[in-house]
């Protein structure tokens, strides 16, 4: 019978501690069906880079004698039943297997959860395989348990970006933007209840939706002259255009109305499904590995901390459970670590990892590559379980 075993001589415990993570070593398999007993529905968010074949290997965690789907399927269905009811799983992977991976997640978690595939620039100079194309990019499938509108949140502002709200009135900073739908969409047709006009008294600059003798009438005139529509239906203008709606006048004087984008605490943009920034790099990665360790060179593979707190940020709360069972370097801890330091928060993660050894990890991966990062990253203010699988 497989069972978890406190290894005692490791792992820690910090008084008053909020926090209670968890690293377990063993065959991965064997580790998630013991916490199907306690986790079911419970797990926020998994993050997984699994091992990716490339070269049509043996697979190490235990399992050389299955096929890479049949190796990835088993675990994989095991994490459907552990997501929540808000739960996404990130699952990073190479041009090599993403075809077949992508078949085999829309079986488990359904085609229509499928929230993006993610495409990670992270050899930007491109590197030689000794194909046609230097390739410089790897994918993350992202899949909800159940898809909906806004389950992934948006990141933060970017300095540059904030400089964008240049306007202030005594609410806060804002943008301009106009108030007529642009983009797809923006036709009368598309939307029939949002073409009505709009009137304005320049004098007093005083809007209103009721006809007014001598007001200037303004409609939702697209560029090349047909119906358009506004973004707000005509209840909502009415609320909230004493306060968010700016008249600008035209090189022709006619007045376009704008609304006012407000730079507030809570303001996000959406991720962009290419990300590209010099801190998702694998040699960010690598760097930040022996930066912690003080070595180079004894894990060249770990996933660089930022790429990681933003996939992680984008899909828990403050509370949330993160969960990766390939946990490699610890990168995933790490993330979850600085998230909470970031925004007082308190999610936990489970890691779990086998102890591979190497010729430059003969003591095994876990012994010295995870839990030592762990160790110097993670233990302010927190404990840590570590178990063995028997």
């Avoid at 580790?31 to 697979?59: R, V």
């Avoid at 041009?95 to 359904?110: M, N, P, T």
């Avoid at 050899?123 to 790897?138: E, I, K, Q, T």
């Avoid at 990141?155 to 009135?169: A, I, N, Q």
Wanted: charged share 25%.
């Amino acid at each position: 019978m497989t069972t978890f075993v406190r290894d005692n001589s490791r792992g820690w415990e910090t008084p008053s501690a909020k926090i209670t993570n968890t690293l377990i070593e063993g065959e991965n398999l064997d580790a998630l069906l013991l916490l199907e007993n306690t986790y079911t529905k419970k797990i926020d968010c998994i993050y997984l880079d699994p091992p990716y074949n490339t070269l049509g290997k043996e697979l190490s965690y235990g399992d050389s004698r299955s096929d890479w789907v049949t190796f990835i399927r088993e675990r994989l269905a095991i994490s459907k039943k552990l997501l929540s009811a808000n739960g996404v799983i990130f699952i990073s992977i190479d041009d090599h297997e993403v075809a077949r991976l992508r078949i085999l997640c829309d079986d488990i978690f359904g085609k229509n959860n499928h929230l993006a595939t993610l495409v990670v620039i992270n050899h930007p100079g491109g590197r030689n395989s000794g194909g046609n194309y230097s390739l410089c990019h790897d994918y993350v499938l992202v899949y909800a348990n159940k898809k909906r509108a806004n389950l992934i949140q948006g990141r933060k502002l970017t300095e540059d970006e904030k400089k964008e709200y240049k306007y202030v009135d005594d609410i806060s900073n804002y943008k301009l933007a106009m108030l007529r739908k642009t983009g797809e969409t923006d036709k009368r047709s598309d939307r029939p209840n949002l073409f009505y006009p709009i009137y304005w008294e320049q004098t007093s600059n005083t809007l209103s939706v009721t006809k007014k003798n001598g007001w200037t009438k303004i409609l939702p005139i697209r560029a090349d002259g047909s119906d358009g529509r506004w973004r707000w239906g005509k209840t909502t203008f009415e609320k909230r255009m004493n306060t968010e709606i700016v008249i600008k006048l035209s090189s022709s004087n006619y007045p376009i109305p704008y609304l006012k984008i407000r730079n507030t605490k809570e303001r996000t943009r959406k991720y962009k499904s290419i990300m590209n920034d010099p801190s998702y790099t694998s040699k960010r990665g690598a760097e930040d590995l022996s930066r912690i360790l003080g070595s180079k060179d004894l894990f060249p593979y770990a996933k660089p901390i930022e790429l990681l707190k933003d996939l992680i940020r984008s899909a828990t709360n403050t509370n949330s459970i993160v969960l990766d069972f390939f946990a490699g370097s610890g990168t995933t801890g790490q993330a979850v670590y600085e998230l909470n330091k970031e925004d007082n928060g308190q999610r936990q993660f489970i890691l779990i990892t086998n102890n591979e050894t190497s010729e430059k990890l003969p003591d095994g991966i876990c012994h010295q590559v995870t839990y030592p990062r762990l160790e110097k990253t993670t233990k302010e203010g927190t404990n840590l379980l570590y178990f063995t699988i028997q």
